[in-house]
């Protein structure tokens, strides 16, 4: 299989670097699939699972992470992921992610503006994604 060059920047620290196989973002208009040889592309990811291929030591190795709002710019072979947060399952603190989502369900009944709605809409989105991996972690494994 043919592969692509990666970079994965998270606000906090580079993610990922490197040669990779295939690369599935959360997108706009769902799961979106990148390989090499793609076509130029620039989209937004939203707060979801990326899930990434790559080849280490002959193997294949699988990696799921949670990632939050972003872009994903792919030119001339070259893939760029650029995203607030992306967590690998082991780095996920459930209790942390339940609590952060039922604040965010909290803030969402209260009557509030447009902007504070929909950023309580966002904190929710990103904690039950982190909730989602975190579950899901134990089936790659």
Request: charged share 30%; glycine share 6%.
């Amino acid at each position: 299989m043919n592969k692509f060059s990666l970079r994965i920047l998270a606000t906090d620290k580079p993610f990922f670097e490197g040669e990779c196989l295939s690369l599935v973002v959360p997108a706009l208009a769902g799961q979106y699939g990148i390989q090499a040889g793609h076509c130029n592309y620039v989209t937004a990811i939203v707060p979801g699972e990326l899930d990434l291929t790559y080849e280490k030591d002959g193997k294949e190795v699988r990696v799921r992470a949670a990632v939050s709002e972003g872009i994903v710019k792919v030119e001339q072979g070259n893939v760029l992921v650029l995203v607030d947060t992306a967590e690998l399952p082991e780095e996920i603190d459930e209790n942390r992610a339940r609590r952060a989502a039922e604040a965010a369900r909290e803030d969402l009944s209260h009557k509030q503006s447009i902007r504070e709605y929909y950023a309580a809409q966002a904190r929710l989105a990103r904690a039950v994604n982190r909730l989602k991996i975190k579950k899901h972690r134990d089936g790659l494994q």
